[in-house]
């Protein structure tokens, strides 16, 4: 085993080079309507919401007091004293396999939301996850 292979995997690098060996396990995937932590352990700490109008609003999943969906209205998750309600389609749907945005919240996996705008629901094929509205009480 050459030793170039053996420090890619062990995690060693040369002093001459000074960029970091990340795992690739780590990071955030873009699964289209929202973004899914890699890692086995990994946890967000807060959910972001980014709206079609460009602001981001953010929750601590540590006040995420209860998940509740329902295919015909969708997904309402209820923060200490706030309440959002995420309408689209396919919520409950796999985005990957294994990878489900209901699943995922639950588990503090989605790290964010993302509303699509106009030309995103057309793009986006009829088995895809699209968060069509974000709103927040």
Do not use: Q
């Not at 690739?24 to 709206?51: I, Q, S, T, Y």
């Not at 295919?71 to 294994?98: D, H, Q, W, Y």
């Not at 489900?100 to 986006?124: F, K, N, Y």
Request: glycine share 10%; charged share 30%.
């Amino acid at each position: 085993m050459s030793d170039s292979l053996l420090d890619k995997y062990v995690g060693r690098r040369k002093e001459s080079d000074p960029s970091p060996v990340i795992p690739e396990a780590e990071g955030d995937e873009d699964c289209g309507a929202f973004g899914w932590l890699r890692g086995v352990r990994d946890r967000a700490v807060m959910l972001e919401l980014r709206h079609k109008n460009g602001c981001i609003s953010a929750f601590g999943y540590a006040w995420l007091d209860a998940v509740e969906f329902d295919p015909s209205t969708g997904l309402t998750l209820r923060f200490s004293g706030r309440t959002v309600k995420i309408s689209g389609r396919n919520l409950n749907a796999e985005a990957r396999p294994m990878i489900r945005l209901v699943d995922g919240i639950i588990r503090h996996r989605v790290s964010w939301i993302r509303e699509a705008d106009g030309s995103a629901g057309l793009v986006a094929g009829k088995d895809a996850v699209l968060i069509e509205e974000i709103e927040i009480e």
